[in-house]
């Protein structure tokens, strides 16, 4: 990005975007008098109006039920829109206020169009990557250090596609805290123990190869799992399996060296893998390293009075308001080994957000139930982000059981497509962009919706190359990232914002305007669908005024203002592809 301090016409300090409504609304239109509120408390009833295709919007509105304690009829809607009539009539336009209107229930202020094409221009160009979470709206969220759980896939077994969701929304998270000032720790809670460990050993010890675990360890050992599943049934293999997981716990230092080699040529595949989906960890833990705490949480249980025996000798947790047992949670088994969720709640004190499966919240409720029944006030700040099954996914091969064969699918797929493409460039490395442009694919149709649905998989859906698609996002980035370098040798060292007046250059600047209000959105309610909307929609908004608004050929004047907007719009593009985990591509 080019250095554009003080190319913009006019000079002057760049205004934020929500301090321009603050200096726009509050002391130019003089709403906090004729509304007798403080100027603080009409920042958050005012919004940037989103862009519509059909026709001409203004660039904010003032919402009057959000500024009115009226609890009377006049709140209905016929009473709030001849509220905001007359607020309107009393308010005057100026040098910065170009039309003021009343809508349903709002009033409409348009700016004018130089000083909103400076302002954004200027601020978007200014702060860069940083541009949005500098706003106001995140000024009295207070930062935060953050312990972020996701993907914790089972040891021992290939990345099946299911842990996909876990370790992409988990990952957009982190990058979101990241970009607004937290603390975070990215944590990896490996399922490393347990009794699915004691049917693995026995079964390694009976069908297992040692060359083939150096040279193939995790499809060894699937095929060893696959193996011994077929005898579990078998009650002396229950038993062997049982005994094997005892002497986990017991520490026999053979059965634990051979639970190490799994777990550490486990570990190395899954680093492989997520360096393909561009996914980082600061830590991995896992239920081995809380499984000796697992017997303090079971004595605390204990001298709380909480743990309970059954008939059979399992330890359980009355869960139930009239502690009736019509809901209790197992934490212990007959024999005193542990379960997964007392293995779960020694780390909990460290975490603050799980990404799990739907299926799995009656799981996290007993969790939490139980860290609260033992005093642990902080648990009020965990939550578990639940998320909905992928439907439909399959390859070539059949029926997906593996994340990898889908990271190559798609890879594959695109490379079909990039070489079949009319638009397609001579790329420096086609199967690293088919692999990111692929990823991109694959993260925006799992963003679009909620993460609580399910949602049925299309790969043609998916690798469109028009339409809300990844790839149309990718091939935007690399078509404005093209455009710049086209044209990188003209000096931009003075911009005249007054070419900026079409419609669909104004329809640019005021979609930018509202960047900030869509990541305060997903900040608040951890949903990246939010910002997968605004860039689809800032894609098509800068395709269309690609084609209307041409660069070359136009005077050095107009070419400059031109391409410094198609800058700032890849910048913000970019900014957000990457907030979702997707590297963005510059050739394509």
């Not at 230092?253 to 190490?260: G, N, R, V």
């Amino acid at each position: 990005m080019r250095e554009f301090s003080g190319i913009l016409r006019g000079g002057g300090e760049a205004l934020s975007k929500a301090l321009l409504i603050f200096l726009v609304f509050v002391l130019r239109c003089g709403l906090s008098k004729v509304l007798d509120l403080p100027p603080e408390n009409l920042i958050k009833s005012i919004s940037a109006v989103p862009v519509s295709k059909k026709r001409r919007v203004a660039d904010f509105q003032l919402s009057i039920a959000s500024v009115t304690e009226d609890s009377s009829s006049d709140c209905l809607a016929p009473g709030l829109h001849l509220q905001a009539q007359k607020l309107a009539e009393r308010l005057k336009c100026d040098a910065v206020v170009s039309e003021i209107s009343a809508g349903p229930g709002t009033v409409n202020f348009t700016i004018n169009r130089e000083l909103l094409a400076k302002t954004v221009l200027q601020q978007v160009l200014k702060d860069g990557s940083e541009y949005g979470v500098k706003s106001e709206l995140f000024s009295t969220v207070p930062k935060q250090k953050a312990v972020i759980e996701f993907s914790s896939p089972n040891i021992a077994k290939k990345f099946h596609i299911g842990h996909l969701r876990s370790t992409i929304v988990g990952n957009f998270i982190a990058n979101l805290k990241v970009a607004l000032g937290h603390e975070v720790i990215r944590m990896n809670y490996l399922g490393d123990w347990g009794m699915q460990f004691g049917l693995l050993g026995v079964g390694f010890q009976l069908f297992g190869n040692k060359e083939k675990l150096k040279t193939s360890p995790l499809q060894h050992l699937f095929e060893v799992y696959v193996q011994i599943n077929k005898a579990a049934e078998d009650e002396n293999t229950k038993k062997l399996a049982k005994d094997f997981f005892r002497k986990l716990e017991e520490h026999d230092e053979q059965t634990l060296s051979l639970w190490k080699q799994f777990r550490d040529f486990s570990i190395d595949e899954y680093i492989r893998i997520y360096k393909r989906l561009g996914v980082h960890f600061d830590e991995y833990s896992g239920e081995s390293f809380y499984q000796e705490k697992s017997k303090e949480v079971l004595k605390m249980l204990e001298n709380k009075g909480l743990l309970q025996k059954t008939i059979k000798g399992t330890g359980i947790v009355d869960l139930s308001e009239k502690k009736d047992l019509s809901s209790f949670s197992t934490v212990m088994r007959s024999d005193g080994t542990s379960l997964y969720i007392t293995r779960q709640v020694s780390p909990s004190v460290f975490i603050a957000i799980y990404f799990a499966s739907k299926s799995q919240s009656n799981h996290f409720q007993h969790l939490f139930q139980i860290l609260k029944l033992m005093g642990y006030d902080w648990v009020e700040r965990c939550q578990h982000v639940s998320f909905g099954l992928v439907q439909g996914m399959k390859t070539r091969r059949g029926e997906v059981i593996f994340l990898e064969d889908v990271l190559n699918e798609v890879r594959s797929r695109m490379l079909q497509n990039m070489a079949s493409a009319k638009t397609t460039k001579e790329i420096e490395d086609p199967m690293e962009t088919a692999e990111k442009v692929g990823l991109a694919a694959l993260i925006i149709q799992d963003f679009q919706g909620l993460l609580s649905s399910d949602y049925q998989f299309s790969w043609d859906r998916a690798l469109q190359s028009r339409g809300d698609t990844g790839v149309f996002l990718q091939y935007t980035h690399a078509r404005l990232h093209s455009l710049e370098q086209m044209h990188g040798n003209e000096q931009l060292t003075h911009i005249n914002v007054a070419c900026l007046q079409e419609p669909d250059a104004i329809s640019v600047l005021q979609h930018l305007l509202r960047y900030d209000e869509v990541l305060y959105r997903s900040s608040q309610d951890l949903q990246p669908k939010h910002i997968v909307s605004y860039l689809l929609t800032l894609s098509h908004l800068a395709a269309v005024a690609h084609k209307t608004l041409p660069v070359k050929g136009s005077t050095p004047e107009l070419a400059q203002a031109r391409l410094c907007l198609f800058q700032a719009a890849r910048s913000v593009l970019a900014n957000g592809m990457k907030l979702l985990g997707i590297t963005p591509v510059t050739q394509m």
